[in-house]
């Protein structure tokens, strides 16, 4: 059976206390690294083998074998700073020469924060502090083991400061719950930037086949609701891309549950609410998104995952 990792839960405040450790939200790619038999096996979050996406990640640390450790995959943009939007185009990308030279190019760094096998021995049940121990003992060559803070709340104002998407709050005697979500981890993110799922897409003006809009919602218990209408940040480079990812996603009526104004509704051609992608905007909390800009597509994430955030 495939190893699906631990989620977090949206945060309401950021814990204090000696029962808490803090670490840094890496805006980047989940991952669970298996190393067996000499080699490293990546998957994504959602079970996915994505180890041919990642060549510069695979090479097995020295001397370990039978370990399974938990992380992020990062690259940095211009600013230095770890972003999505800088390992999008890498995601989808299969042909070896193009991985190479991509991998060349937008050279990515695993962020290991968690280990949850070791030298035949499951780590699973053990509180995190004694898990910890184990990993910040190991030499993993290439891949990183970032720090834990105990001050939660200086830890997310300095991440804010420099432009980091967040923090992620653990509670110290937590154990390792593979594929479950729980209060035990929380997630605080500063951007204002969220996933939501396409229901259409509009053709540029005079065109027909021209990408240049997407019509997403936000899934909610009474199906799924209007956000907004997404142009900003579809290039043609991205319009090309998506044209090929909703090909085969058309139906005759709208997915989405309440009513799409008519002013976005006009030409658009509706989709099945399955496509997940990544939006940035002005603001937060309002029924319409704000300067909305497309950010990538999140082949890691399902619609059902956008009930409890990204």
């Known amino acids: 059976m495939t190893l699906l990792p631990m989620l977090a839960t949206v945060g309401s405040h950021v814990p204090t206390g000696e029962g808490w450790l803090h670490e840094v939200k890496w805006d980047g790619v989940r991952a669970l690294a298996t190393l067996a038999g000499g080699d490293v096996t990546l998957t994504s979050r959602n079970g996915n083998r994505i ?6 990640l695979v090479t097995p640390p020295d001397g370990h074998d039978d370990l399974v450790v938990d992380g992020e995959i990062i690259a940095l943009n211009e600013r230095g ?3 999505f939007r800088v390992l999008a185009e890498r995601i989808h990308v299969r042909k070896a020469a193009q991985v190479a030279r991509l991998a060349e190019r937008v050279p990515a760094t695993f962020m290991v924060f968690d280990v949850l096998r070791y030298g035949g021995r499951d780590l699973t049940r053990l509180p995190l502090t004694e898990r910890r121990e184990v990993l910040e003992g190991l030499e993993l060559g290439r891949w990183q083991v ?9 830890l997310h104002d300095a991440t804010k400061q420099q432009g980091l998407e967040g923090i992620v709050s653990k509670r110290s ?7 479950e979500r729980t209060s035990h981890w929380l997630k ?10 396409v229901g259409g897409w509009r053709p540029q003006t005079g065109t027909s086949d021209r990408l240049a809009a997407l019509l997403v919602g936000e899934p909610t218990a009474e199906g799924l609701l209007y956000r907004g209408r997404v142009g900003s940040g579809i290039g043609a480079k991205q319009s090309r891309a998506l044209t090929e990812l909703v090909a085969s996603l058309g139906r005759a009526t709208s997915p989405f549950a309440d009513e799409v104004p008519k002013v976005d509704a006009a030409g658009t051609h509706w989709l099945d609410p399955v496509l997940v992608v990544d939006i940035e905007t002005h603001g937060h909390g309002y029924e319409r998104l704000r300067q909305p800009s497309f950010q990538g597509v999140r082949s890691d994430l399902s619609p059902d995952d956008l009930r409890w955030g990204p």
């Open 51 to 56: 180890t041919g996406a990642w060549p510069e």
């Open 188 to 197: 605080f993110a500063h951007r204002h930037r969220a996933s939501y799922v």
């Open 81 to 83: 700073v770890p972003d």
């Open 146 to 154: 970032p720090a834990t803070y105990d001050d939660g709340p200086m």
């Open 173 to 179: 005697d937590s154990l390792y719950r593979p594929g």
